[in-house]
């Protein structure tokens, strides 16, 4: 079976500009979840995708948003981007089955913003 | 909410050293997972373990679930070991600790 896949594994932006993180969920997995890992933090949440709706949400302004599609692959949008939104950004996929599920891991992509 | 406490927040060990990294959480929760994350930042899923215990090679994982506390067992540690080891836990979404780092030297 294929794990998470995330896409690109850098990138350096501009303030105030518009970026798209990509994330492959792994096969089989029907729930994405996306968060933001500063330098020597534990992750935060950002929100998670189940079945192409958003069903949960982090303290994370609107300017984060994303999608799920019907492959349950995913996108992270941020708009107008600040210097604080420099980290790493995990997307995460599990099967949602009742209330007992393991997540995997991408590898990640780590945003600069200059 | 749930709260997750790790400990201790900072190891640092010789090579072939045993460790025990400690997990509590403040209520009960569907799923515990161990993670490791290496000096790439990859996170590596080490156990799910909502409770029993489990071994794999060097490490093993206890959880407790009625007692509300996880133990993470390193044996024999390599350099390999070093990173951040962080105790997730949810019923809905993913709740972190705030990682145990763990410094291997040779």
């Known amino acids: 079976e294929t794990g998470v896949t995330q896409s690109p594994t850098h990138l350096i932006k501009t303030r105030g500009q518009q970026v798209t993180l990509r994330c492959s969920s792994q096969s089989g997995h029907n729930t994405v979840s996306w968060y933001q890992q500063a330098l020597g933090q534990g992750p935060q949440f950002i929100f998670q995708y189940y079945r192409e709706e958003e069903n949960g949400r982090g303290n994370f302004p609107p300017r984060f948003s994303g999608l799920q599609f019907p492959n349950y692959s995913s996108e992270l949008n941020v708009n107008a981007l600040e210097l604080d939104d420099s980290a790493l950004y995990l997307c995460?996929?599990?099967?949602?089955?009742?209330?007992?599920?393991?997540?995997?891991f991408g590898s990640g992509t780590r945003l600069t913003v200059v | 909410g749930i709260q997750v406490e790790q400990s201790p927040p900072d190891l640092i060990l010789q090579e072939g050293a045993n460790s025990t990294l400690r997990c509590n959480f403040s209520?009960?929760?569907?799923?515990l997972q161990w993670f490791h994350q290496n000096p790439w930042g990859q996170l590596i899923n080490l156990f799910y373990i909502p409770s029993g215990t489990k071994q794999n090679g060097r490490l093993s994982a206890t959880t407790v679930a009625t007692e509300r506390y996880s133990l993470l067992y390193i044996s024999s540690s390599q350099t390999t070991d070093s990173g951040v080891y962080f105790c997730v836990c949810s019923n809905y979404q993913l709740i972190w600790g705030a990682g145990t780092k763990l410094i291997i030297k040779p």
């Open positions: 995460a996929s599990s099967l949602m089955t009742g209330t007992s599920y393991g997540y995997t």
């Open positions: 209520d009960s929760v569907n799923n």
